[in-house]
């Protein structure tokens, strides 16, 4: 994926939702040597009370009107499930292992 920043309206993500600002995002990659390297990420650059002042902050940003979420973007990252002969009451087990 290309870099790209885009303004988004309202500024939401999966545990936030801020509905009267704009918010400015990063569209990008994972970097090598990353557990996620190579998939698509999304990080906040900033948020503005109104799109004039995210544009003037960010003159090359793309604006794809309100409600639009590059979220879509972004496939979600499966949870790992626990080995197929684990046993909850013999050990503890968690993503780490």
């Not at 970097?31 to 109104?50: K, N, V």
Request: with cysteine.
């Amino acid at each position: 994926m290309n870099e790209q920043v885009i303004i988004e309206y309202p500024a939401a993500g999966e545990t936030y939702c801020h509905n009267s600002e704009y918010g400015v995002y990063r569209y990008s990659d994972w970097p090598p040597g990353t557990a996620l390297a190579g998939t698509p990420r999304r990080s906040m650059l900033d948020i503005y009370p109104s799109l004039k002042e995210a544009r003037k902050d960010y003159p090359g940003a793309e604006w794809n009107g309100e409600g639009w979420s590059g979220r879509d973007m972004i496939p979600p990252v499966p949870l790992q499930a626990p080995p197929g002969n684990w046993d909850p009451y013999d050990t503890p087990w968690n993503e780490d292992d």
